[in-house]
């Protein structure tokens, strides 16, 4: 029987036929070293946080049961059913991750009337995407952080290098960077599997001495939680709310891997090993009270401590190795989208195009978890900071997956409401309880969001006026060739591509050449390159090539926010689709705007300035685009905001 293809929900073809369950498996084996590195490394200091945190509880045997009660259904309910059946099935073409979802949401404008609440969900979608950078920045500093700290568990000689050590190792994480992961990436999958056959192993090891421990799968030891702890219990939410901390990364790199391996490796690896192993942690409480100092650590045998410790610092490394990336692919995402300025994006893989390094990013993530570790200096410090911004994401992912499941789904209220809202009330109790925390920390991730936030708005809002500025001084192409009459300007040989934001009106660098050349070449190229609310543009669609009139031609190149746009490759399909051109006889034009902020309505004067900044300290459109440099005049100009 013939072998055929069909797609998943990951935007993957995968082939069905004998080699289908081999290809899932390997998928699902490189799943397990990204996507759940995060979620992966929560055993190191989720149940210790409960007990020993600043709104700790005390771990008595009804305490203990409650708390692993309250993780198994936390697991349950947001882990596997919100965003594992559910919230993954609201892909971008294959594509997660909330700008992906954000993007769907504007895609639904386009085709109706303008809803009242759009505006807010995009809003919401830009904060959403704004708080991970926090979470970029807190993920590598806590876990590798945490597993250093079992050193401290073997002997107290220890404790004074735990930050030295840590820092070591976060500078070499960083400085790898610059080489890609496509080497590295090989060895995360069975590093992973083996990380989570020892979480399972260490938790079983226990749970044998003690199965009664079992019965805190029971939602009633839950509930008798916040009975008998009252205000005390529900604080303890914050320090529970950690084991999910990784969903939104699982998310996004849905892309990677599709949907199903994500899923299967989930059901039949990630969430039995973490369950034994928070087991195990409960059931040696129960033994044991004075272990909540570190429960993890102290589950392993003597002879075990140290490579355990060897181990969970290379889980915390790939569970850090995915959140880096992940504000890479988010910043590209960004720029494409419009919501930042053009950054040096380094391709690492000739393979993967998913495979990038920004050299801005990465330097400014490394400032940032230095920042972080020799400040709050130890993991405990750094839960207490933990949560609120992933937490804020998730009710975002929410709120945002219903008007997605309504609108392109076409679910019905009395379903999408009562689902949205079980998922809401147990995510705003989260966040109710991390909210308690921004005295202790909780305030760097949302000051860093809006930050962030801030600057992503202000390059939005501030294109857009420069847009409709430059709009405004210019005249229709049309108008501009009818000018020409009997009176044509002197044509010289070659041909000029004139770069626009503006497919319809006549580039400002056109109007300055004449002015001041007073000369068009042969062949004038007008190049728009635009970005879609989609993840990829298929190459056949990719550009656009109307002649017009008097040697014009109008070139309209589109992208998706996923990819990098690139004049060579614009020209090659140009060349495919018949525009015949010398490149030792093309020149491009590109204007260079100098931006003069005003108190005229627009922005406040602070955001004109912040946005002139910022245009300043962007990459050049020659490099961005990867144009010949030796090709390329400039011609600048004067706007005022």
């Not at 005390?232 to 990784?246: A, C, E, N, P, Q």
């Not at 009330?425 to 000051?447: C, H, I, Q, R, Y």
């Not at 044509?491 to 591509?497: D, K, L, N, S």
Request: positive net charge; glycine residues 10%.
């Amino acid at each position: 029987m013939k072998a055929t293809t069909t797609g998943v929900p990951g935007g993957e073809a995968v082939r069905e036929g004998p080699d289908t369950f081999k290809r899932t498996a390997l998928l699902a084996l490189g799943a397990l070293g990204i996507v759940y590195g995060d979620i992966g490394t929560s055993p190191l200091y989720a149940l210790r946080e409960c007990f020993t945190g600043p709104h700790g509880i005390h771990p008595t045997p009804e305490n203990v049961l409650g708390v692993l009660s309250l993780i198994f259904w936390s697991l349950l309910i947001i882990v596997s059913v919100k965003y594992l059946i559910f919230v993954m099935r609201a892909d971008n073409r294959g594509e997660g991750g909330i700008l992906a979802l954000m993007a769907l949401v504007m895609q639904r404008q386009k085709g109706q009337q303008a809803h009242t609440a759009r505006p807010v969900l995009i809003t919401l979608g830009i904060f959403g995407a704004a708080l991970l950078y926090g979470d970029g920045l807190i993920t590598p500093a806590i876990t590798v952080l945490s597993a250093v700290e079992g050193l401290s568990v073997a002997t107290p000689v220890f404790e004074p290098f735990i930050v030295p050590i840590t820092l070591a190792i976060l500078v070499v994480l960083f400085l790898v960077q610059r080489h890609g992961t496509a080497g590295i990436g090989a060895v995360f999958g069975p590093v992973m599997c083996v990380w989570f056959f020892t979480l399972a192993a260490l938790g079983v090891k226990e749970l044998v001495h003690n199965p009664a421990v079992l019965g805190a799968l029971s939602p009633t030891h839950g509930f008798m939680l916040f009975v008998h702890n009252g205000w005390h219990g529900f604080l303890v939410l914050g320090g529970v709310f950690l084991v999910v901390t990784g969903c939104e990364a699982l998310y996004a790199d849905m892309g990677h891997f599709g949907w199903k391996p994500i899923k299967r490796a989930w059901f039949f690896v990630v969430l039995p090993a973490l369950m034994l192993n928070y087991l195990g942690q409960g059931a040696l409480l129960l033994r044991d009270a004075s272990a909540a100092r570190n429960p993890f650590f102290l589950l392993a045998p003597s002879w075990l401590l140290y490579p355990l410790v060897a181990l969970s610092a290379v889980a915390g490394v790939i569970a850090s190795q995915a959140l880096i990336s992940g504000a890479f692919s988010l910043t590209r995402q960004a720029m494409q989208l419009g919501y930042s300025p053009r950054m040096e994006v380094v391709h690492t893989s000739a393979e993967e195009m998913g495979q990038i390094y920004l050299p801005g990013i990465n330097w400014a993530l490394m400032a940032g978890v230095f920042t972080l570790v020799l400040t709050f200096r130890s993991s405990s410090a750094l839960a207490s900071a933990y949560g609120i911004a992933v937490s804020t994401t998730m009710v975002i992912t929410s709120f945002m997956a219903y008007v997605v499941a309504r609108e392109r789904w076409g679910v019905s209220r009395k379903l999408a409401i009562p689902v949205a809202g079980v998922f809401l009330t147990v995510e705003l109790a989260f966040f109710s309880a991390n909210a308690m925390k921004l005295a202790d920390g909780g305030w760097f991730p949302l000051l860093l969001a809006v930050m962030v936030f801030t600057l992503m708005t202000t390059w939005k809002r501030g294109r857009d006026i420069l847009a409709a500025k430059l709009r405004a001084s210019s005249i229709p192409l049309k108008e501009l060739l009818g000018s020409f009459g009997d009176h044509p300007p002197v044509r010289v040989p070659g041909t000029a591509i004139f770069m626009t934001g503006n497919a319809d009106g006549t580039p400002p660098a056109l109007l300055h050449n004449l002015k001041h050349n007073k000369v068009l070449h042969e062949q004038v190229v007008l190049l728009t390159i635009q970005s879609e609310d989609v993840p990829h543009i298929p190459a056949a669609e990719r550009v656009e090539v109307e002649p017009l009139e008097q040697g014009f031609v109008r070139v309209v190149a589109t992208y998706g926010f996923m990819e990098n746009p690139s004049i060579p490759d614009v020209l090659k399909r140009c060349r495919e689709k018949g525009l015949q051109f010398q490149l030792m006889g093309t020149s491009f034009f590109l204007g260079r705007e100098t931006l003069i902020p005003t108190k005229r309505p627009g922005m406040a004067v602070w955001r004109e300035a912040l946005f002139a900044w910022m245009s300043r300290n962007a990459r050049s459109a020659t490099a961005y685009f990867r144009i010949p440099p030796n090709r390329v005049v400039e011609l600048g100009s004067q706007v005022e905001l």
